[in-house]
């Protein structure tokens, strides 16, 4: 297949080294790092290890490819959406693995006609820096039909994953999938930002667990008035494996706050307190960590 990973941070970057063991891959990132690809390779460590020389470049490859995979932060996903649309791609299957929700209806809204496939991972990646990524943890990944896709696309893709070693299963509940996924990361991701932690850190606190508790109840009480049939017990158990699988894995919000970037909490906790308010349910302990994690972010905050 060929292959272009729309947004190769540190998890696009690992995904698009994993698939070029199979397929074409371009990768299309911040300059700094993609001249860095193309200069030496991208190099892995972590899990995996090697250097792997595949396209990489700003923009996106004129050349029409079959699967663009999005891993862009969620707040950048209507503008890469809005480039996608430029370039006139017929056919091509859209597939996003990104974080918080709304991702796969601004990219069915913007780009007319391509079928969208949505997914979630919980697969950690860490830069080092620019031209070389960490592999932290193995997770899962699952994707699902969207919009304007049937099985067929869904298993093309899928098969694509699995012939190159990542693994992957497929779903016809995408968006339950898709909301126990932002759970997951509205639990995770503002309290390792908030402590300066890495995720395992979250397992050597009772209080820490505690919020943790308290941030995927909320999620699930918010996910279960839109539809999705989440299971209580079941989802905090899912929040604490994926701690436990990435323990050493620095979380993608921790890495924004460190480098002073722009956090994806209007995506993630932001997300479950708006959907919450339009259905009535209250949403107290994720208003209180955006409100923490905004007063951090560029704060730089060290890691412990
Ligand atoms: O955003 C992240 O960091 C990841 O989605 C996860 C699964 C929390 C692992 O760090």
């Given at each position: 297949m060929d292959i272009v990973v729309v947004g190769a941070g540190a998890l696009g970057s690992l995904i698009g080294a994993l698939l070029s063991r199979e397929n074409e891959v371009a990768l299309v990132g911040r300059k700094a790092h993609v001249d860095e690809i193309s200069r030496g390779g991208l190099v892995l460590e972590g899990l995996t290890d090697g250097t792997f020389h595949i396209r990489a470049s700003s923009s996106l490859p004129y050349t029409q490819p079959d699967l663009a995979v999005l891993c862009v932060k969620a707040y950048d996903t209507a503008a890469a959406a809005r480039e996608i649309a430029a370039?006139?791609?017929?056919g091509t299957m859209l597939l996003s693995l990104q974080n918080g929700l709304g991702n796969e209806d601004t990219l069915a809204d913007v780009v007319p006609d391509l079928p969208v496939i949505g997914g979630i991972t919980s697969v950690g990646a860490n830069i080092v820096h620019p031209g070389t990524v960490h592999h932290g943890g193995d997770g899962e990944t699952i994707i699902g039909a969207y919009a304007r896709c049937d099985e067929h696309h869904v298993t093309m893709v899928a098969d694509a994953f699995t012939t190159s070693g990542i693994p992957i299963s497929t779903t016809d509940r995408i968006s339950t999938e898709l909301w126990a996924k932002v759970i997951v990361n509205a639990g995770i991701n503002p309290i390792t930002a908030i402590h300066g932690?890495?995720?395992?850190?979250?397992?050597?606190s009772r209080d820490l667990q505690d919020q943790l508790g308290h941030l995927c109840e909320e999620g699930v009480n918010v996910a279960n008035a839109v539809?999705?049939?989440?299971s209580q017990g079941e989802m905090l158990q899912r929040a604490l494996d994926v701690v436990k699988r990435t323990a050493t894995n620095r979380s993608s919000m921790l890495q924004d706050v460190q480098m002073g970037r722009r956090t994806e909490i209007d995506q993630i906790n932001g997300a479950i307190v708006r959907e919450g308010a339009e259905r009535g349910v209250p949403t107290p302990f994720n208003l209180a960590v955006i409100d923490q994690v905004k007063g951090l972010s560029g704060s730089g905050r060290p890691l412990q």
């Open positions: 370039m006139g791609w017929i932690i890495r995720n395992g850190g979250i397992l050597e539809g999705a049939e989440l």
